[in-house]
């Protein structure tokens, strides 16, 4: 019956650690000693009210909590689960109180002395060092029973002895078993931060290495006019307006950068959509000529929109130009522009080569690209400023069929004729 009781104990102390595990592990409030200490104290707790009682005792694993507040959580945490106990033990009373007092209070001191510094150590001695401490208390308790059984006139038996060998192994073993589940919680949180952490320096290496390429390119070509305008001043207009244009070119990679790392969306105005979508195609319709592609219209007029225009259309470029590069000489992009529910869906579809659904489920990821000459950015930063406009991109594509990008934004009002 005895060891029954104590491993549903075990199953109690291991409540705090799958708390933490499960529900806890990433935000700010398991860091407090108070809260660390009320749930381990509540353990304690628990497992005093369903303790064992035989030979005038109680049976229990309340230390167990109470150390491992201690040990991870720190002095605070360890008094509050000790206060915890206190609270419990005045609250059974019995005769024994006074003897569950000074236990308690023993039983505290090593894992007191410990706290501080315990999590200097290494996990692995952690553990280790855990159960030599779990071992602290058990002393205590067993030299406590040894003294209220002489202090009394109660008679024991050998049943006794068995019950203070399952005492002491099922005390070390939970402390030792929830040690192992604290110290894999601990080493799973800090593998999470160093990958994160990782990544974030891979991001940055590789952004870094991509602005110097981007920007290297243009400033060799300005480098190289001007080197021609020291040796002739016949030409120095043309260079100029060849220098203007690639100081340009790298200003505006420059500025996709920054809108990548935080798009912002500075002047806000009112505006008809299918006035932008008109600019941004007799933009690009050069592009669809020089390159043999058939670019085609249908909008639905009156889907008013309020956010920044600028960017809106930047974005829109970026799509289109996709859209027209990937389609080869003798194909069609076609836009389409209508409204359901509030929104406006703006369909930019092609006849090129189309993507795969591995292909389809890296757009968007940063430097990724189907194209051999391009950096991936430009796709990255116009979903990146759609969703700043709090609406969203969508894909569908098949190989060989072509590409159906769907742009889907939150319409002001509609407006009929």
């Known amino acids: 019956m005895l060891a029954e009781k104590l491993m549903l104990h075990i199953l109690i102390v291991l409540v705090p650690v799958l708390i933490y595990s499960v529900f806890f592990e990433n935000r700010r409030m398991v860091t407090s000693p108070y809260f660390s200490g009320i749930l381990y104290g509540a353990a304690s707790f628990l497992c005093m009210i369903f303790s064992y009682y035989e030979y005038g005792l109680y049976w229990d694993l309340r230390y167990v909590p109470m150390v491992l507040a201690m040990l991870y959580g720190g002095p605070g945490a360890g008094l509050i689960a000790f206060g915890f106990i206190l609270a419990a033990r005045t609250y059974l009373g019995g005769d024994a109180l006074w003897f569950g007092y000074l236990s308690a209070s023993l039983s505290l001191i090593v894992p007191f002395l410990f706290s501080k510094r315990f999590r200097k150590y290494k996990p692995r001695k952690r553990v280790q060092l855990s159960i030599i401490i779990g071992f602290w208390p058990t002393m205590i308790q ?11 006139t109660m008679e024991t038996g050998n049943e006794l002895f068995i019950y203070v060998f399952i005492f002491g192994f099922l005390q070390v073993m939970a402390i030792g078993v929830s040690s192992k589940v604290l110290e894999a919680g601990i080493e799973r949180k800090m593998m999470k931060h160093e990958m994160i952490r990782t990544e974030k320096l891979t991001t940055i290496g590789e952004l870094a290495a991509s602005i110097a390429h981007e920007v290297r390119n243009p ?10 305008m020291g040796k002739n001043q016949k030409n120095d207009e043309q260079y100029m307006h060849l220098i203007m244009s690639e ?7 420059l500025t996709d950068y920054l809108n990548f790392a935080k798009p912002k969306l500075k002047q806000i105005e009112e505006f008809q959509l299918s006035e932008l979508i008109m600019e941004v195609v007799r ?38 130009k996709n859209a027209i590069e990937a389609t080869p000489a003798g194909g069609s992009v076609r836009i389409q522009l209508y409204s359901k529910n509030m929104s406006a869906f703006t369909v930019i579809t092609d006849t090129g080569k189309g993507m795969n659904v591995d292909q389809l489920s890296k757009i968007g990821t940063v430097f990724y690209t189907t194209k051999d000459d391009g950096t ?3 796709t990255t930063v116009s979903i990146r400023i759609i969703e700043t406009m709090k609406g969203r991109v969508a894909y569908k594509s098949e ?12 319409l002001k009002y509609i407006k009929s004729k």
């Open 142 to 152: 067993l030299s406590i029973l040894l003294a209220y059984l002489l202090s009394s």
């Open 247 to 253: 100081l340009g070119r790298a200003e505006s990679i």
């Open 219 to 228: 400033l060799t070509v300005v480098k190289g006019f001007l080197q021609l």
């Open 399 to 410: 190989v060989g069929l072509g590409t159906e990008v769907t742009m889907i934004l939150p």
């Open 376 to 378: 991936g950015l430009g």
């Open 283 to 320: 933009l690009l319709q050069p592009l669809a000529a020089k390159r043999g592609v058939r670019l085609s219209h249908q909008l639905k007029t009156g889907l008013y929109i309020e956010t920044d225009r600028s960017q809106l259309k930047q974005a829109l470029v970026n799509l289109q």
